[in-house]
């Protein structure tokens, strides 16, 4: 039983987990899974973004490096062109002084790109970890998608706003974690639904409003069956105006908190975590596809023996490796892509065996952006190893003092919220300045129409008022299409805190142990008042109970 240096919580490394810190001979981690992901995630940024200058060209660009961040922050133009090459920050190792130490004076010197934008992204301003996207805005952690605004974590999707976490859905509006959809809005943790309206755990719906936990069912409301006329009717009264609309969201968010709600989201899955899809050999990960033996992960697809790793696809072998695609055989990496056999790298592209760079391309045998014949490099990065094994920095991930970003604007403050006076005590910087317009708006609030036909296609041109933060926005021309198709009039909140309440419906990292809340006295536990069952769990501060995955499923029925 190891104990965290952070918070001093036990944790144990199963032995799959073992055997890839083996293959870096790397020690046991000095953090829990918590505090060290916490740790990875104070190097992510999304969603907020700021304008500034590129040091090259002077050009206006929005970026992810606010003032308060100590980055040299370039264009992404500049930043790919070939007539500059990192090397020239290159500089000698000093055994003398810890490794960590000349890494962040490195990482420190050589410019960033603004943002993240991987493939091809057309008409795509206002996004940031976009992958092939066309004709989107403000939309953060994204692949495939088209027509999408305002969302956040959605793929292959068209058309939708204000969601996140969707795949495969069109038209989709202010929905969570749904895969495959048309049509909805206010559905959680749905697939396969169609024109369904406030929903939460429903498989291959159509036309149901208000329901929970229901399977192939069609014309329901608030989980009671109607005649096709009879639900038309209903549907048409509550999405007449705002105010209507708002009662049925309270009144769902009561009858809601009566259903089980399952203990994880696993599909032809293995392992323990939550929503885990055709995945095997998968120990306390959150949101993995398509990947096998994976431990204490987040956010991965398409890979295969990591550990402790986040926000990535296409990797094997790898630990402590965030926000990087298809690198293998690495340790200590953040944001590289194309890689192998990286050692505490920081955005390093087609590259292989380096050690301790950052921003190079098309490189090998560098050490602290130096270049080294293949012999000299072998031999300065096994003193290294060594010397990093002695202050005990080997295996761990980039030390916090490292990251560029102020904390309040990285993914920790969404899973580990601190107080500015915390965030510096632990070393991180952070940004005083709040985001938002204010004051400037053209149409106060009660004069938004409370019914979209009564709603003039000018609402795009006006300023509006967010009823909750005071913060001025606007309503885009794509999510007026979005809100005509679905009946619903248009929001008197911004999309910032629209996003926030979404985020109450949403996933988080901590696993807690919990016993099976039925008391129905199924067969498989028709002798003790409540199931035996316990499990890993998300879900601990939610109203409704928790369920074990057989009592769910006899709650399910068909
Ligand atoms: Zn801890
Ligand atoms: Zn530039
Ligand atoms: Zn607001
Ligand atoms: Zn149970
Ligand atoms: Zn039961």
Redesign the pocket.
């Known amino acids: 039983m190891l104990s965290c240096k952070q918070c001093a919580q036990t944790f144990t490394i199963a032995p799959q987990d073992q055997k890839i810190l083996d293959t870096f001979d790397a020690p046991a981690p000095k953090l829990c899974r918590e505090c060290n992901l916490k740790q990875r995630l104070a190097f992510r940024n999304e969603r907020n973004l700021f304008r500034r200058t590129c040091e090259k060209c002077h050009k206006s660009i929005l970026a992810l490096y606010s003032k308060a961040s100590t980055a040299h922050v370039y264009c992404r133009e500049c930043w790919y062109n070939d007539t500059w090459d990192t090397t020239q920050y290159g500089r000698d190792y000093d055994p003398a002084r810890p490794f960590f130490d000349q890494m962040k004076e490195l990482t420190r010197a050589v410019p960033v790109f603004n943002l993240w934008q991987i493939g091809q992204n057309e008409n795509c301003d206002y996004t940031n970890a976009a992958m092939n996207c066309k004709d989107c805005y403000f939309l953060f952690s994204a692949l495939e998608d088209v027509g999408c605004v305002y969302c956040e974590q959605m793929g292959y999707s068209k058309d939708c706003s204000n969601c996140l976490h969707v795949d495969y859905g069109e038209l989709m509006y202010d929905c969570v974690t749904v895969n495959t959809g048309y049509k909805c809005a206010g559905l959680l943790d749905s697939d396969k639904c169609t024109e369904c309206y406030l929903g939460r755990d429903l498989t291959d719906c159509q036309n149901c409003f208000g329901c929970v936990n229901l399977k192939h069912k069609q014309y329901y409301w608030y989980n009671e069956p109607l005649e096709k006329t009879e639900y038309e009717r209903r549907l048409a009264e509550a999405l007449a105006t705002r105010e209507s609309w708002a009662a049925h969201q309270q009144k769902f968010t009561q009858h809601a908190a009566k259903y089980p709600r399952r203990f994880a989201r696993k599909k032809n899955t293995e392992g323990t975590g939550y929503e885990l899809t055709n995945s095997s050999d998968i120990r306390q990960c959150i949101i993995v596809w398509e990947s096998q033996n994976c431990g204490e992960s987040m956010d991965v697809f398409n890979s295969k023996d990591v550990y402790r790793c986040n926000h990535m696809g296409w990797l094997e072998n790898t630990y402590q490796v965030a926000t990087s695609v298809n690198v293998t055989y690495s340790l200590g990496v953040f944001g590289s892509e194309y890689a192998a056999f990286l050692n505490y790298c920081y955005l390093c592209f087609n590259s292989e065996n380096l050690f301790g760079c950052s921003g190079l391309r098309k490189k090998k045998f560098c050490i602290l952006n130096k270049q080294y014949s293949e012999e000299a490099y072998k031999k300065l990065r096994a003193k290294i190893i060594s010397d990093m094994k002695a202050r005990g920095e080997w295996g761990q991930f980039f030390p916090t003092q490292l990251s560029l970003l102020p904390y309040n604007e990285t993914m920790a403050q969404r899973y580990f919220p601190l107080t500015k006076e915390e965030a510096r005590k632990q070393g991180f910087m952070w940004n005083d300045e709040t985001a938002g317009l204010r004051n400037k708006e053209t149409l106060p609030p009660d004069k938004v129409p409370n019914k979209i036909p009564a709603t003039p296609d000018t609402i795009t041109k006006e300023i509006l008022r967010?009823t909750?933060?005071?913060?001025n926005?606007r309503i885009l021309t794509q999510e007026l299409k979005i809100l005509r198709a679905l009946h619903i009039a248009v929001p008197l909140?911004?999309q910032?805190?629209s996003h926030k309440n979404r985020l109450k419906h949403y996933l988080n990292p901590f696993l807690r142990q919990h016993q099976c809340d039925c008391t129905k006295r199924h067969p498989q536990h028709a002798a003790t008042d409540r199931c035996p069952n316990t499990f890993e769990t998300i879900w601990s501060h939610q109203p409704e109970p928790i369920f074990c995955k057989t009592c769910f499923e006899a709650e399910l029925g068909d």
């Open positions: 967010c909750s933060c005071d913060n926005y909140e911004c910032d805190c």
